[in-house]
């Protein structure tokens, strides 16, 4: 039964303005591994989620010799492994290394970097020379080893998708140059020109590591007011002169399907859960069509191509399509993400995944996350619909940026939840 809170005005979101953070930065990597309730689990950097494919076969050859045999996308293009064994470490490192996935031990976990999927594809500038030149820097700089696991980099190729994730340090493509933005400041800073942009970035990402000590930040959203502010004017005075550009409230994931005149496809991921066979298959469409794949912080895979024509990509497409993965906006998959939840995770109140396939029904205009605690791991940025499983059933609430609507609570109610998440994404986005 739908029980709907008191009417109030909508309340901040928790994440939003996070608090200063007690203890160390306990964010997974491929060198220390995180335990949970299915074993061992790594997170593999891989900046811009671009994977060649015999990278993707190195993955798969770790995922089925060392943990679970799945391959499991993350909201920052990364991928992890789970079910590991304990003793695995060693041997995995040497893996990702041989394949060229390790390439910095001491920075394997500030490698955040996600980029614009589409970039170079449809028309809007690519994005190559940045995230090389991004990350040869990053791994190059002693500095930026002491980033946090959480820290994020973005580059856009102007088109404001992943401008909209809110990271850290922000690289936007424009026509007359490149634009610098920090943290969710509506002001950004025009560079001197398009090459500037991986060394500024990496300067801001260092310029936050030199005011955030005491400060318990982890990302510059953690800052104090002042500090954020002083930041933002330090790396702006050395950067260029300012220009407001807001910064998109909803990322816009690419569209399953066809893109650019046949040169790419995008599928989505199902709960962003990829099985061996699925990433053979997708591995093996990549190695026909140019041998690249780029994996999406909206947990979907793009390959670039190129493809014959429509009839050669409608054919990859429909085999993709067999195997499970999204593959056309229509799918009832389309906007569903979910945490790892219980038997995963201790923390979590009930099996999230599972409650999410079995309320799937048409396509939402919003998209939903399902959450198995108030950690909402993973949890996408912009306006959405939560769903919080709790020790009392679930809380449905809206989100917009950083507003929370007043929840309502559904009890033990599979045929009532699912109908309370179907109402709540047929609501027209916000403006």
């Known amino acids: 039964m739908l029980a709907a809170m008191p009417d109030s005005a909508p309340s901040p979101v928790s994440a939003g303005s996070a608090p200063p953070r007690a203890g160390g930065d306990a964010c997974p990597g491929t060198l220390r591994l995180h335990r949970a309730d299915d074993g061992a689990l790594a997170r593999v950097r891989i900046p811009g989620g671009v994977l060649t494919a015999a990278q993707a076969d190195a993955l798969l050859a770790a995922a089925d010799r060392l943990g ?61 020379a940045w995230l090389t030149g991004l990350d040869r820097l990053l791994c190059g700089s002693p500095a930026a080893a002491a980033l946090s696991g959480r820290f994020l980099f973005a580059l856009d190729d102007g088109r404001g998708d992943v401008d909209a994730l809110g990271a850290d340090v922000t690289l936007i493509a424009a026509d007359d140059g490149c634009l610098l933005r920090i943290g969710a400041e509506d002001e950004v800073f025009r560079l001197p020109s398009a090459d500037e942009g991986p060394r500024t970035a990496l300067r801001a990402a260092e310029a936050f590591l030199r005011a955030a000590p005491g400060s318990g930040a982890w990302r510059v959203r953690d800052l104090p ?73 909206w ?99 809206h989100v917009r940026g950083e507003r929370r609507d007043p929840p309502e609570t559904v009890r033990d109610d599979p045929a009532a939840l699912a109908a309370a998440v179907a109402a709540a994404r047929s609501r027209s986005p916000s403006r």
């Open 225 to 297: 007011d002042g500090v954020r502010a002083a930041l933002v004017r330090t790396v702006g005075a050395t950067a260029g002169p300012a220009v407001r550009r807001p910064r998109p409230r909803t990322a816009t994931p690419p569209a399953p399907g066809r893109h650019g005149s046949s040169n790419a496809i995008s599928v989505g991921v199902p709960l962003g859960r990829l099985t061996p066979a699925q990433w053979r298959l997708l591995t093996g469409t990549a190695r026909r069509h140019g041998g690249e794949l780029r994996l999406t912080p």
């Open 68 to 128: 679970d045999g799945e391959l499991h996308l993350t909201s920052r293009g990364n991928v992890q492994l789970r079910g590991l064994g304990a003793e695995c470490g060693g041997e995995l490192a040497e893996l990702l290394t041989a394949a060229g996935l390790l390439p910095s031990a001491a920075h394997e976990r500030a490698r955040n970097v996600v980029a614009s999927p589409l970039a170079g594809l449809d028309g809007p500038p690519p994005l190559r």
């Open 299 to 397: 947990r979907g895979v793009v390959v670039p191509g190129p493809f014959g024509g429509p009839d050669d990509a409608a054919e990859a497409l429909g085999a993709l399509a067999a195997a499970g993965l999204i593959t056309a906006p229509d799918s009832p998959w389309t906007g569903v993400g979910a945490c790892i939840g219980h038997p995963g995770c201790a923390k979590s109140s009930s099996d999230v995944r599972a409650e999410a396939g079995a309320a799937v029904g048409p396509v939402g205009r919003l998209p939903v996350y399902w959450s198995g605690c108030e950690r909402r791991c993973g949890h996408p940025q912009g306006e959405w619909i939560d769903v919080v499983a709790t020790p009392d059933g679930h809380r449905v609430s």
